[in-house]
């Protein structure tokens, strides 16, 4: 898969970590800044990479802010995202498996990053189940057109 990851200054520090290890479950990695731990806004980070999954030249994201929550909030309003703050590794699970989850979004503050990792391998090897979930997340993202 094709994964594109950014953070901002709170997350920066597990930034190449988590890329280092998505690499080596065999995907393609895209680090789409910052490039330093100087303070920056996390909107400009999640937009970057929400944009990315929702044109498709990137198959999932990953974010990584001080909570997980305002790059959640930002990357959810962009078209054909799906993204949510993983805490747990069933939350990992589970963001998968019922609503199609195309953006992990982690805490760099709060969470350990071999935690973090867990969640990740776990956000990209879960697939989603469909079934009854399939229509739940079609009226969830009928809510992009009513924009």
Do not use: W
């Amino acid at each position: 898969m094709r994964i594109v990851v950014a953070s901002d200054h709170a997350g920066f520090c597990q930034k190449d970590v988590i890329c280092d290890f998505v690499r080596g479950l065999g995907h393609e990695v895209e680090d789409l800044g910052p490039e330093t731990a100087d303070r920056v806004d996390y909107p400009d980070f999640a937009d970057k990479v929400a944009r990315r999954v929702s044109e498709g030249t990137a198959d999932r994201g990953i974010l990584i802010c001080g909570t997980g929550i305002g790059m959640a909030m930002t990357a959810d309003k962009v078209p054909g995202v799906r993204a949510t703050v993983v805490q747990t590794n069933k939350f990992a699970e589970l963001c998968r498996e019922h609503n199609d989850c195309n953006v992990i979004c982690l805490s760099g503050r709060f969470t350990a990053p071999m935690d973090n990792c867990e969640f990740v391998k776990t956000f990209l090897t879960t697939e989603f189940g469909g079934g009854r979930h399939t229509q739940r997340v079609a009226k969830m993202m009928a809510e992009d057109e009513r924009k």
